[in-house]
């Protein structure tokens, strides 16, 4: 093929290339992408349906704030009705008890509606109000302020009010849309919005500056304001996946960036690609060598198949390349299937550690909010607990048995204690008597004593369950008209009620992670399930669900089976208290693993057979083919000629088998230098193939290196690379061993190479050593990097060297010899003394290895007997596969022979001799005298030939050679002793013979240069 058909060749198969690699990229696109988007549009409506849960609960929550409002105040005009109900002068009392108390403004009214008593209250500018507040006695609300009203005894009535706005806001703001749907996320370039159907305006928004704009000045249509809503939209130029659902009078909207939608994956599609890409140039370039090499051996066969016109098969590239496309696709299948194994993962893991993160944030927020939670429901206990004392100081003789349990039931608490000095209650609301603080500093009574004793103004216990499984919580204030302490024990249910929306079940419940994955947590103490989606579960250990101890420890990735079902979980220690766990089904993760792999393998072997056709299939292919040998023939005679002709490297070698198979010689693998034009197709291939790889292994190297740094370590394979993961046979581990392995090789290659560089410079003494560190350090490598990986996988190395040290001990020398031919079968095949299919002679014994065991080696000699060989046993091996080998005959004349006459029928007859022994290759050549003898001149004649007819070239060359001496009467003497002169020369040379024969030995040395140096 000339080098413009060649070049227009190259440039179709690069167009092809490119268009293979686009298809396959579109294709991949669109499945990442549709894949993309529908868990994108159920992570967003598991992300709304979560907002509508936590609204309906906020409201909830809200309703029972403003409920525990109510009690509580009504718990303070209780009080003070039960004072003016048992007092005389209570009156007198009252604006005392209303500053007390906290009101902020109080009327008392007489039976008739009269005012007795006022601190500036007026309701006169509202009358419904006062007449529902009077005649239903139901709370009312007017300008952010709480009036109610009780009756006394005598038909008074007292009306009094409370400012409760900055509490009421406070938990407003805590349960508002707002709030929850700023702890919502939905990527790192997605929104969310909430809208208000009946103006149009936008009123909560990722972007501050659009609340309380119109909603379709941003790009929210009508069609978009629909309840269920889930398409691709654009929204002021950029286009997003849209998700939307109504709660009440308002549309929430869920966007997601379609450009981080597109760029999900593009990480594994790209790889992907680049082992496509590289594949598909290997075949070209593979097919390119066969056509060289084809073009460079005419001799080879080139039987075409007609297929139709005058376009042609070639079944010599068609089945060479063949194996290659079945290794490459088998390759792409299994790199693909990989890659989308990792690549989920890795962006799970991600995207897990996100939201983990954003678990965390929530979490210390919600820590916060439950200890300024606790922090006021013990200031409002201290007030209350300050509120009776001082009620009781009014009257000290209301401390008495019955006074407490009334008070108890006006201020809606469990139980009220009266203490003297000695920490003895002298008055109580229930029936147990004869009670004291401990003096037991563990005991939970006392911390009080610090009251009694008059060092602390109050103590406020911390909320727990009593005996009856109530929720109390007892606090203790100073006595004011006596020395002791004033105990209230309150019933905590709105406490705990409170807390309940700041408890690490509900956060962990309110996060959405997508992908059917949920959050959990485990206490790090016991170990026991102390969050979970099913409520059942709680309390019980990790290892009822299937949970290892390996999880337990801080930013734990890895694999669990959690009842019954496997998880990629990702977790991290919170406060030293618990373990927080995102935990995603494997069947979701990879999901699109299958599918993908499948796709991705149809599409790639439609390409390649594409290019197979291409590559197979030409037009008057054996014009091309003279074209090449013409176009190889004039490279060749460009170059300077060898000086010296040696053997190719590789051969094809006809097998015992009958099968022809093609070799490297022998000696070519130990040091020998291959240029290019000498290697096969194949050679070339794995040549290309190697710099790619070590290329790759380099570059993979590298890029390990960068995610080393702490500045990467949200990412998997920062993760992998530093050992975070459960030791065991898993991806990380697998993983992690071709990271570890791929460095290994690098730098032991490159080690390699400098040392021979360096030393190869200082003679031959540095150059040995540079080859044996060289060995060593391959050795070293290969062993190094086995146990290296065995650890990786949870087995000790050290254990199992000792392990392997106590066996050796206990077997004895009863296993010495097996242990040798292990090892010495191992040295075999990494030295690469010899290989499957070469000719070797081990111990006299010639013939071609059929198999290299772990403890044997077979050897068929021609007559296909099977010698087997201990490996141990073999010390010494002569390795005879090369290209040619010589058949060489010694022959003796007789000393009154003339040598001239003998080299000048030599000169005439040996090229008949090539014609009578069509297996000589070269030759036979005249080597000249090789000895002396007793009684004979020994010449030297051989021939090249392949090493499998050497043998019987030898004796066809014996009987040939003697023929040929019978003919012209030349004597081939046999050992004797002769005590008399030798006969006079038979034949003499003429002076014809002479110079021919001069000329002869010439010629001879020149054609056999190199064949031969002994």
């Known amino acids: 093929m000339g080098r413009k058909k060649r070049f227009r060749h190259i440039l179709i198969e690069a167009i092809i290339l490119a268009v293979g690699v686009f298809i396959l990229q579109s294709a991949l696109n669109r499945i990442s992408l549709t894949n993309n988007i529908a868990q994108q549009a159920s992570d967003n409506e598991t992300e709304l349906n979560l907002v509508v849960q936590k609204v309906e609960a906020a409201s909830d929550m809200s309703s029972e704030n403003l409920d525990s409002f109510d009690s509580s105040a009504s718990a303070k005009g209780n009080t003070i009705a039960y004072y003016l109900n048992s007092h005389e002068d209570g009156e007198a009392q009252l604006e005392g008890l209303a500053s007390e108390w906290r009101l902020k403004c109080y009327v008392l009214l007489d039976s008739d509606g009269s005012v007795r008593l006022a601190n500036d209250m007026s309701l006169d500018d509202h009358p419904e109000e006062l007449n529902r507040l009077m005649n239903d006695l139901t709370p009312v609300t007017i300008d952010d302020t709480w009036y109610y009203t009780v009756k006394l005894n005598d038909g008074r009535t007292l009306l009094y009010c409370r400012d409760y706005s900055a509490e009421a806001r406070q938990l407003s703001s805590n349960y508002s849309l707002d709030h929850v749907l700023s702890t919502l996320n939905v990527g790192n370039a997605g929104t969310i919005t909430s809208i208000n159907l009946d103006d149009g305006t936008i009123t909560y928004s990722d972007q501050s500056a659009l609340v309380g704009t119109s909603a379709s000045d941003s790009g929210y249509d009508m069609e978009l304001l629909t309840n269920g809503y889930s398409d691709v939209t654009e929204l002021n130029g950029t286009e997003y996946y849209v ?13 997601k960036s379609m450009s981080e939608l597109k760029e999900k994956g593009q990480v594994t599609i790209r790889l992907i690609l680049l082992i496509f890409a590289v594949i598909i140039a290997l075949l070209i370039a593979y097919s390119d060598f066969i056509h060289r090499d084809l073009a460079a051996h005419p001799e080879k066969e080139d039987h075409y198949v007609h297929l139709f016109s005058d376009f042609y098969f070639d079944p010599a590239v068609g089945s060479k390349i063949r194996a290659v496309i079945i290794i490459g696709l088998c390759a792409e299948v299994i790199l693909t299937f990989y890659l989308e194994t990792l690549g989920p993962l890795s962006r799970q893991g991600t995207l897990s550690d996100s939201r983990l993160s954003a ?38 003789s209301m401390v008495n048995h019955q006074t407490p349990a009334d008070l108890a039931s006006c201020a809606h608490l469990k139980s009220i204690y009266v203490f003297d000095e000695t920490g003895t209650v002298t008055a109580m609301s229930d029936n147990y008597r004869n009670f004291s603080l401990s003096t037991d500093p563990s005991a939970q009574s006392y911390p009080f004593w610090a009251v009694v004793n008059g060092t602390a103004l109050s103590y406020v216990q911390d909320a727990e369950y009593d005996d009856l499984g109530d929720y109390v919580q007892f606090a203790g204030v100073q006595r004011q008209d006596a020395n002791g302490m004033v105990q209230i024990g309150v019933d905590s249910s709105r406490l705990e009620t409170r807390l309940q929306t700041t408890g690490l079940n509900t956060t962990l419940e309110g996060i959405n992670i997508g992908q059917g994955g949920y959050l959990f947590a485990v206490n790090a103490e016991s170990h026991e399930i102390s969050a979970y989606p099913q409520n059942s579960m709680l309390q019980k250990s990790a290892s009822s669900l299937g949970i290892s101890d390996a999880a337990f420890k801080d930013n734990y990735s890895g694999f669990q089976t959690i009842n019954g079902v496997s998880y990629f979980v990702n977790g991290f220690l919170y406060n030293d208290t618990d373990y927080i766990y995102a935990a995603i089904p494997l069947s979701v993760i990879y999901a699109n693993r299958m599918p993908s792999t499948l796709q991705v393998a149809l599409i790639s072997f439609i390409i390649i057979m594409i290019i197979f056709c291409l590559l197979t299939i030409s037009r008057n292919p054996r014009q091309e083919r ?13 170059r300077k000629p060898d000086t010296e002709a040696k053997g190719a490297p590789f051969f094809k070698r006809l097998r015992f088998s009958g099968t022809r198979k093609m070799t490297q010689s022998a000696i070519s693998r130990y040091g020998e230098t291959i240029t290019w034009d000498e290697k096969t197709p194949e050679q070339k291939l794995w040549s290309v193939t190697a710099v790619i790889l070590m290329t790759a292994a380099v570059a993979l190297a590298v890029y390990l290196q960068l995610f080393r740094s702490s500045a990467m370590s949200n990412t998997i394979i920062y993760y992998i690379i530093n050992r975070k993961w459960e030791k065991g046979f898993n991806l990380f581990s697998i993983t992690y061993c071709i990271f570890s392995m791929t460095d290994i090789i690098v730098i032991t290659w490159m080690i390699r190479m400098a040392i021979i560089y360096i030393l190869s410079q200082f003679g031959s003494r540095s150059e040995t050593v540079g080859h044996l560190l060289n060995s060593f350090l391959k050795y070293a490598a290969v062993i190094g990097g086995i146990f290296y990986c065995l650890n990786a996988f949870g087995l000790d190395a050290g254990t199992l060297l000792a392990s392997a040290g106590i066996l050796s001990l206990v077997i004895g020398l009863g296993a010495q010899s097996l242990i040798s031919d292990i090892l010495a079968g191992i040295s075999i095949v990494f030295e690469g003394s010899f290989r499957v299919g070469d000719i070797v002679t081990i111990d006299g014994w010639r013939g071609e290895v059929v198999e290299i065991g772990i403890r044997t080696t077979k050897v068929r000699s021609a007559g296909n007997d ?28 007789d000393y009154g022979e003339s040598l001239e006459h003998v080299e000048s029928v030599l000169e005439n007859e040996l090229p008949n001799i090539k014609k009578k022994i069509p297996a000589i290759v070269t030759g036979p050549f005249y080597k000249g005298v090789t000895e002396l003898g007793d009684s004979s001149v020994n010449l030297r004649i051989l021939a090249q030939c392949a090493e499998s007819d050497r043998v019987q070239v030898t004796r066809d060359l014996n009987r040939e050679i003697l023929l040929l001496f019978d003919r012209y009467h030349i004597n081939i003497p046999f050992p004797q002793v002769v005590v008399n002169q030798p006969a006079a020369v038979q034949a003499q040379a003429t002076r014809h013979e002479k110079a021919a024969a001069d000329r002869f030995v010439s010629d001879q040395k020149e054609q056999s240069k190199g064949i031969q140096k002994d």
Not at 365 to 384: A, G, M, N, R, V
Not at 874 to 892: F, H, L
């Open 626 to 638: 003279l074209e090449e040998e013409a176009e190889l023939s004039q490279q060749q005679a460009c």
């Open 866 to 893: 099977i010698r087997i060989f201990n490996n141990a046993a073999i010390s010494s091996v002569i390795n005879m596969t090369k290209q040619y080998s010589y058949a060489m005959v010694d022959v003796g004349i």
């Open 243 to 255: 998700t939307a659902k109504q709660t009440g009078r308002t549309m929430l909207i869920a966007a």
């Open 359 to 396: 678990a965390e944030t929530i979490l210390e927020s919600d820590e916060k909010d439950t200890e300024s939670i606790q922090k006021e429901f013990k200031q409002d206990y201290t007030l209350l607990g300050q509120h009776l004392a001082y009620t009781l100081k009014l009257d000290p």
